[in-house]
C-alpha cells in the first residue's frame, strides 16, 4: 500500500486578526509522520510558500509534535488548507488565495 504525503497548513500572529498591523505572515505547517519522507514533503511546501509569500515565517510539526507543545490552540492558529502530494500544485495555489483573502484589517 503505497501512503501519499500530506500536511495541513494553519496561519496564526496579527495577520490573522485584527490584533495589530502585521509585520509578516505567520504560518505553521503540520505533517502527518516522523518519516524521511513526509519531512522532505514539509521541507518542499516550505519552500515553496517562501519563495511565493513574502515576509512568511514557516514553522514546521510533526503531529507528535504539534500534540506535545499544544501549538495551534496556544497561537490560536486557523486551519488553512490541506497540500497533498498528489496535488501539490493546486493545493499550493488555494493557499496563496486564501492567505490573500485572510487579512483581517483593523
Given at each position: 500500500?503505497?501512503?501519499?504525503e500530506s500536511?495541513?497548513?494553519?496561519?496564526?500572529?496579527?495577520y490573522f486578526?485584527?490584533?495589530?498591523?502585521?509585520?509578516?505572515?505567520?504560518?505553521l505547517?503540520?505533517?502527518?509522520?516522523?518519516?524521511?519522507?513526509s519531512c522532505?514533503?514539509?521541507?518542499?511546501c516550505?519552500?515553496?510558500?517562501?519563495?511565493?509569500?513574502?515576509?512568511?515565517h514557516?514553522?514546521?510539526l510533526?503531529?507528535?509534535?504539534?500534540?506535545?507543545?499544544?501549538?495551534?490552540?496556544?497561537?490560536?492558529?486557523?486551519?488553512?488548507?490541506?497540500?497533498?502530494e498528489?496535488?501539490?500544485?493546486?493545493?499550493?495555489?488555494?493557499l496563496m488565495?486564501i492567505i490573500e483573502?485572510?487579512h483581517?484589517t483593523?
Amino acid at each position: 500500500m503505497d501512503l501519499t504525503e500530506s500536511l495541513t497548513v494553519y496561519g496564526f500572529g496579527s495577520y490573522f486578526s485584527a490584533t495589530a498591523e502585521p509585520n509578516d505572515i505567520d504560518l505553521l505547517l503540520v505533517h502527518e509522520f516522523l518519516s524521511r519522507s513526509s519531512c522532505d514533503f514539509a521541507i518542499l511546501c516550505k519552500s515553496t510558500i517562501l519563495r511565493s509569500v513574502t515576509k512568511a515565517h514557516v514553522t514546521i510539526l510533526s503531529v507528535h509534535e504539534e500534540k506535545e507543545h499544544d501549538f495551534i490552540a496556544r497561537a490560536r492558529a486557523i486551519r488553512l488548507q490541506e497540500i497533498d502530494e498528489t496535488s501539490t500544485a493546486s493545493d499550493l495555489s488555494a493557499l496563496m488565495r486564501i492567505i490573500e483573502s485572510r487579512h483581517i484589517t483593523t
